[in-house]
């Protein structure tokens, strides 16, 4: 059983930056970032595959977030640029072993205050 840990969460103002970490990755699995605010339910927000290709990108982070993988670190990342309010949430990283994602982290908070 893989236990995942992020790490990189914290509280900042509206426009900085946060740079989380999951780790560890399962070679040849893709993995992905949600997020769930408050009072909603999971949300995929980016997905990438072992080998670098970004599945998926919400549109509401488009431009804004980057997720990106170091297979030799076996660590996966989320690049969170200009923060916004609506951005505050607990974001959980995952793993797709199966055929849907099904090993995940414990959580980081994230909040965003303007």
């Known amino acids: 059983q893989v236990q995942l840990v992020e790490s990189g969460g914290g509280s900042v103002q509206a426009g900085d930056s946060l740079r989380l970490s999951c780790a560890p990755t399962?070679?040849?699995?893709?993995s992905a970032w949600f997020r769930q605010r408050p009072g909603e339910g999971r949300q995929l927000v980016a997905g990438i595959t072992w080998g670098g290709y970004v599945t998926r990108l919400a549109e509401s982070v488009e431009g804004r977030f980057t997720i990106s993988r170091d297979n030799a670190k076996n660590t996966l990342y989320l690049q969170m640029n200009n923060l916004k309010p609506e951005d505050t949430a607990v974001y959980y990283c995952?793993?797709?072993?199966?055929?849907?994602?099904?090993?995940w982290g414990q959580g980081t908070q994230v909040t965003v205050s303007s």
């Open positions: 399962v070679r040849n699995v893709e």
């Open positions: 995952a793993l797709r072993i199966g055929t849907t994602y099904d090993t």
